[in-house]
């Protein structure tokens, strides 16, 4: 194959069986990128759009999860073996993809138009394992940052006309998932597929497939018709004809290459001459970029219909997440409210704090006579290391009484939350959190959650005391007293007790510091202890939903995708 003298057009010679592509100057590559903003504008856009489109997951194992990776992953092929190469080098030669099923002749055709052998062949199947892109030598340049490159074995070859370069890929229906993979990979790489079918395999469904969305997507597209028995020919063709126009592909090149007997490495020349010939025009300034603008064109066109799809299915991720949520608030708020209801029950005072308590205040207990009959404190600060000694383990009981009713809580959570995940009405994604929830059971959340309560005593009774209401008089003069004999430490652990529900303690602390003064500090940690417990509730409901603070699940995850598209469609 060598291009005619002063880059002549060649003509097809009489009864070469070939449907010529029209002229399409309005594809020109340079005719697509005529917009108001720059070539270069359009390209950092899909640059972008390919990153957007990298950074997409389907974290929730949707129906239609599996399809959307498959689209995905696809969409991706499309932008970095396609659209990027071609908008970063538009003058680079149109990359024709020879490909078709196994047996089909595909290396033997691209051996015959080069006149010699480059790419293996032979009746070993697979044959074709390795991609071989052969190209004029003057074209390196043009083609030296191009993905195929690094992918495949190159070849250059001045068989080959400038402004083209074939690319002899796998079976598409190869035995080996990798060579069907890379097969599919390859026509997304395409300016233009050359496909190469027989009279046996024509009708087979997986070439059928890959050609619709060939046409779904605007590629250009010629079709080879190897091995064709001569008493066959008119009523194949007619079939083949009829086939390519339920397509979409009724303007598409048709060659045939009538069967020559047993398989040869090398087809006679006069077989491929019409292929020969149409790729020479092809390989003409005008009518290569006629064929890459078109296909250009077409992909910048199907990429709106891959993108939208994309952006639906990442925004059902988003819907199911917000579905999930609301599940998992749902089961959360009866159990915010029990534990709630637990924490201000303040059962305590009928437990081990009880016990510990009347150790202190019967008998000869250290409390026993602390209050006078006139209300205020007896004694004077002496003692005062003693009674806060003593105070320590009724203190440690109701911090185990706070603890046991933040963990209970806590675990009613976890187990309502597992109930509404696991039932049959779950909504889709469920079993995502289920696998995926690690409950901190272990961390001591609840025992730090009960001791900064009890570190939360301290400072209300601190502030309850320095309210100026109340301050002066008697019952200011009372409160100085307290706070002098006992310290504010032993009065805090006296409101602790009282919150946790011995109404003693609470009484007693009225005594010292005034009733006022004692109702508003126990009822404060009462509700300090509600919040901490309902906030280990709401720990339980973030670990379970924690799978969900993904950003593809966020409510807004599509809008980039949608975003990116927009600016593509006002390039283009």
Do not use: C
């Not at 597929?193 to 027989?198: E, G, H, I, P, R």
């Not at 000869?364 to 003593?390: E, I, K, T």
């Not at 109340?470 to 003069?477: K, L, P, Q, S, V």
Request: charged share 25%; aromatic share 2%; hydrophobic share 45%.
């Amino acid at each position: 194959m060598s291009a005619p003298p002063g880059n002549a057009t060649a003509q097809p010679a009489p009864g070469d069986v070939v449907v010529a592509p029209g002229r399409h100057t309005a594809d020109d590559p340079r005719e697509v990128l005529a917009r108001p903003l720059a070539a270069t504008s359009l390209l950092d856009a899909i640059r972008d759009l390919r990153r957007d489109v990298e950074d997409t997951d389907f974290p929730l194992a949707l129906p239609s999860a599996a399809g959307a990776i498959e689209s995905r992953d696809r969409l991706l092929h499309q932008l970095t073996e396609h659209l990027l190469p071609r908008l970063t080098e538009l003058s680079a030669p149109a990359v024709v993809v020879v490909a078709g099923p196994t047996g089909a002749g595909k290396s033997t055709l691209v051996n015959s138009l080069l006149g010699h052998q480059v790419s293996d062949a032979g009746v070993l199947r697979p044959t074709t394992r390795q991609p071989v892109l052969v190209h004029h030598p003057d074209d390196l340049d043009l083609l030296a940052d191009h993905p195929l490159v690094a992918s495949s074995r190159t070849v250059a070859d001045v068989g080959v006309p400038r402004g083209i370069a074939l690319l002899d890929a796998p079976d598409m229906d190869s035995v080996l998932e990798a060579n069907r993979e890379t097969a599919h990979r390859l026509l997304e790489a395409a300016d233009l597929w050359l496909f190469v079918t027989t009279a046996a395999r024509y009708g087979d469904a997986l070439p059928w497939h890959v050609l619709s969305e060939a046409a779904d997507r605007g590629a250009s597209v010629a079709m080879v018709l190897n091995r064709v028995p001569t008493a066959s020919l008119p009523t194949i063709r007619g079939d083949l004809l009829t086939r390519l126009r339920e397509h979409g592909l009724e303007g598409s090149p048709l060659f045939v290459v009538l069967d020559g007997g047993p398989q040869v490495e090398l087809l006679e020349a006069s077989a491929v001459a019409s292929v020969n010939r149409w790729l020479l025009m092809l390989a003409g300034p005008d009518r290569s970029r006629s064929v890459i603008g078109r296909t250009l064109r077409g992909s910048l066109a199907a990429l709106r219909v891959w993108v939208d799809r994309l952006a639906e299915a990442v925004q059902e991720q988003a819907d199911a997440a917000a579905d999930l949520l609301v599940l998992l608030e749902d089961a959360t708020r009866e159990h915010t409210r029990a534990a709630a209801a637990a924490a201000r029950a303040a059962d305590g005072g009928t437990g081990a704090v009880a016990v510990r308590w009347a150790e202190l205040t019967s008998g000869d207990g250290v409390f026993a006579r602390l209050a006078g009959r006139s209300g205020g404190v007896r004694g004077s600060g002496r003692h005062r290391q003693q009674r806060q000694a003593a105070v320590e383990p009724v203190q440690h009981e109701a911090v185990r009484w706070a603890q046991a009713v933040i963990a209970a809580g806590a675990a009613r959570a976890r187990t309502g939350l597992r109930d509404a995940l696991s039932a049959p009405d779950a909504p889709p994604g469920a079993a995502l959190l289920l696998e995926t929830w690690q409950p901190a059971t272990g961390d001591g959340a609840d025992e730090a959650a009960a001791r900064a309560w009890a570190g939360q005593g301290l400072r209300t009774l601190r502030a309850a005391l320095a309210d100026p209401a109340g301050a002066g008089g008697r019952e200011g003069r009372r409160r100085e007293k307290a706070v002098r004999v006992l310290g504010d430490e032993t009065l805090a652990a006296i409101a602790l007790v009282g919150a946790a529900g011995v109404r003693d303690a609470g009484a007693l602390l009225g005594a010292l510091v005034g009733p006022g003064v004692a109702t508003r500090v126990v009822d404060e940690l009462r509700e300090d202890l509600v919040a901490r417990a309902a906030a280990r509730v709401e720990q339980a409901r973030a670990e379970a939903g924690r799978p969900l603070d993904d950003a593809d699940l966020a409510p807004d995850a599509a809008s980039r995708l949608r975003l990116r598209l927009a600016v593509i469609k006002g390039l283009t």
